[in-house]
T-cell receptor
Framework: DAGITQSPRHKVTETGTPVTLRCHQT?????MYWYRQDPGHGLRLIHY???????DKGEVSDGYSVSRSKTEDFLLTLESATSSQTSVYFC????????????FGQGTRLTVV | GENVEQHPSTLSVQEGDSAVIKCTYS??????FPWYKQELGKRPQLIID?????GEKKDQRIAVTLNKTAKHFSLHITETQPEDSAVYFC??????????FGAGTRLTVKP
């Protein structure tokens, strides 16, 4: 599992509230990613990081922000959750950038009611 | 928008038969094409990948073929077994900093 842990594993939150998901890795990998998985869409990249304090937007970044203040932690924040953000969120790491194997965390199922 | 199209969305085969899943991509600069398997309630895991300088790669019962001219690649599973039942995702690098995934194929292998 490449030492990746996501927390929480499940969360139900109300529309309009802020939510932060955490991805923790133990192997000091430089590249970390946040994806969301929805039926009919596969996995879509939200944001990624290529080092401490170095982050960039992915395909579906609107409504999300990220922070990486330490190598081991990559946080995803929904500033004001909406029902369209109900999804399963996966964190991933790669050992050599985007063109190498991705190792995924266990996923976080987020429901916005 | 969609940069990787995957077909079929569902596939049912009899145990022992072969299964083929096809993907097309739009970015001619794509150079890495992985396939992931996701069992129910689990995380996606890489089963095979191919780079743009290779036309075919095989690993036991699994093979991937790549046609860069036509911008499509395929996953072939031979002698399917019930434990091959899962959702399979293809992917392709995009713009050198992103990985675009297909929508997935739910494979069911009937015993």
């Amino acid at each position: 599992d490449a030492g990746i842990t996501q927390s929480p594993r499940h969360k139900v939150t109300e529309t309009g509230t802020p939510v932060t998901l955490r991805c923790h890795q133990t192997e000091n990998h430089r590249y970390m990613y946040w994806y969301r998985q929805d039926p009919g869409h596969g996995l879509r990249l939200i944001h990624y990081s290529y080092g401490v304090k170095d982050t960039d937007k992915g395909e579906v970044s609107d409504g999300y922000s990220v922070s990486r203040s330490k190598t081991e932690d990559f946080l995803l924040t929904l500033e004001s959750a909406t029902s369209s953000q109900t999804s399963v969120y996966f964190c991933a790491i790669t050992k050599g950038g985007v063109g190498t194997e991705a190792f995924f965390g266990q996923g976080t199922r987020l429901t916005v009611v | 928008g969609e940069n990787v199209e995957q077909h079929p969305s569902t596939l049912s085969v009899q145990e022992g038969d072969s299964a083929v899943i096809k993907c097309t991509y739009s970015d001619s600069a794509s150079n890495y094409f992985p396939w992931y398997k996701q069992e129910l309630g689990k995380r996606p895991q890489l089963i095979i990948d191919i780079r743009s300088n290779v036309g075919e790669k095989k690993d036991q019962r699994i093979a991937v073929t790549l046609n860069k001219t036509a911008k499509h690649f395929s996953l072939h599973i031979t002698e399917t077994q019930p434990e091959d039942s899962a959702v399979y995702f293809c992917a392709a690098t995009y713009n050198n900093n992103d990985m675009r995934f297909g929508a997935g194929t739910r494979l069911t292998v009937k015993p």
